[in-house]
């Protein structure tokens, strides 16, 4: 009881100081002041990643990132070195959307999120809320109404904050996350749209599928975009990771029956599979039995191997040739940007072979966007 009462004093007390003196220049952990003022610019381009903690951001390519969100704890040198690179840094929002139906609680909830991005010198808040929720629900209207309040508060007390929303790879009630799409994206700086987890819910047979397939992938763009919303809101996210399948059955032709786990409504689903990092099948793809496939129909690579116990296994993944198809309709939709889930999940370490393996990685995000980029100057010069 006395801890909290004397915690509520500080809070209340560091507030009155605060907003009486502003942010007291020592609490900056910079070594230049100056690299504790949020990020201004407006971003042209997204490029949107997800940290998820430790220290590989030190091996990002920053000439790409304009967007890092705080997915692990937070870390007062990343802010720093992201602000010298005019990257913006935002913090992980989730909460209970049955929580924020009442008005008050979400005001409470809104006020601590600025306070703490203040107080690490953070450039925004990327919500990541993934929960079902019932279309004209109490809930569905909070959520629209917990993403509109934020952004309020976030672009009055941080100038220059940017306030994104994470949703489904698809706006059709994907895993029962029936939301108000449209309103959510008005009412927020950018929508990540999940381009992965496609086989959260498999209504025809079960078999182990790609992650994010091609047609489907971009057939969801079309979607957003159809319901009015700009595209520029749009960021193209992509996997990272891909999923491992035990396989019950494996045919001739190479279809891997994988068991029924059903997931909101579904009877199978992706939770049949394992999410594997991108750096951990490269390492184990050389010595699987078939090597890297490629699936004609789902523009996406595969490789199946046996494990100690003689089972058979089926990995599904995303690789540069892969993005790189879908990031060409980044331009193609005039999309804000692309990112991926997550950062983290390349092999940074000094081995020559992963080190090319993860700039390939990097280079298939934007290396569409800059050959047509390339083009479009060419234009412009033959017409003068
Ligand atoms: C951001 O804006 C400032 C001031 O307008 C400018 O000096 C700086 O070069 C810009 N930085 C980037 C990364 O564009
Ligand atoms: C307010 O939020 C808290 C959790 O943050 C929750 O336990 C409580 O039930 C909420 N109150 C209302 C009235 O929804
Ligand atoms: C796997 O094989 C490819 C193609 O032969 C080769 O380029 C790559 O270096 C190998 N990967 C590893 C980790 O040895």
Redesign the pocket.
Known sequence: MEGSLRIVLFTVLSALFFSAFGVDDDDCPCMEQELCKQIQNETQFEVFVFDVGGKSWKSYDWTKLTTIAAFGQYDAELMCFAHSKGVRLVLKGDVSVSAMVDPTNRTIWIKEKVSLAKRQFMDGINIDIEQAVEENSPEYFALTALVKETTDAFHKEIHGSQVSFDVAWSPKCIDKRCYDYSAIADSCDLLFVMSYDEQSQIWGDCMALANAPYTQTLTAYEQYIKMKIDPRKLVMGVPWYGYDYPCLTFSQGGACEIQKVPFRGAPCSDAAGRQIPYSFM??QI?SSMSGRMWDVEQQSPYYNYKDADGQIHQVWYDDPESISLKAAYVNKFGLRGIGMWNGNLLDYSNNP?AQQQSRDMWNALVATRETEWGEVTLEVKSMS
């Open positions: 490269m390492k050389n072979v």
